[in-house]
């Protein structure tokens, strides 16, 4: 059985949220808006019906990645003999640069989404695998 610290897992999760909540608030959120096309008055009907529901199912998905990458480091760090930051660091990396980069490229190629929405995006997902990646090594491994 694959030893899993499941308050890292929730730590790291709660990580997330609050790095999206940054990444796409003061951080980039005016220029997220502005190139994803949303159109004002959905904006604000969203934001009147409530966005917990959304919120909750992100925070879902964000626990489902925290587990899913603890298992990542729990395997690579056996593999590579690194520990510490350095394997929370390279196992995020390469998860970010294996997954989530050719599976969000076809936002841009097929949906024809601008190049810099696909960047603040994939950097979010970089940044947010990164810091997942120590706290779960920092605390799994």
Do not use: C
């Not at 959120?29 to 096309?37: E, P, T």
């Not at 593999?79 to 969000?104: D, Q, R």
């Amino acid at each position: 059985m694959v030893p899993i610290n499941y308050l890292a897992v929730l730590v790291a999760a709660i990580a997330s949220m609050v790095i999206g909540s940054l990444w796409y608030g003061p951080i980039f959120g005016k220029q997220w808006v502005a190139l994803s096309g949303m159109p004002s008055d959905k904006m604000d009907k969203a934001k009147a019906q409530g966005m917990g529901k959304a919120y909750a199912i992100a925070f879902v998905g964000s626990l489902l990645l925290s587990y899913v990458l603890a298992h990542a480091i729990v395997f690579a760090g056996s593999y590579m003999h690194v520990e510490g930051i350095k394997l929370g660091l390279t196992a995020g990396f390469w998860n970010w640069l294996g997954f989530i980069v050719p599976v969000t490229l076809g936002s841009v190629l097929w949906e024809m989404r601008p190049w810099k929405l696909w960047v603040i995006n994939i950097s979010y997902h970089l940044v947010t695998l990164m810091l997942m990646g120590i706290i779960l090594a920092l605390w799994t491994v």
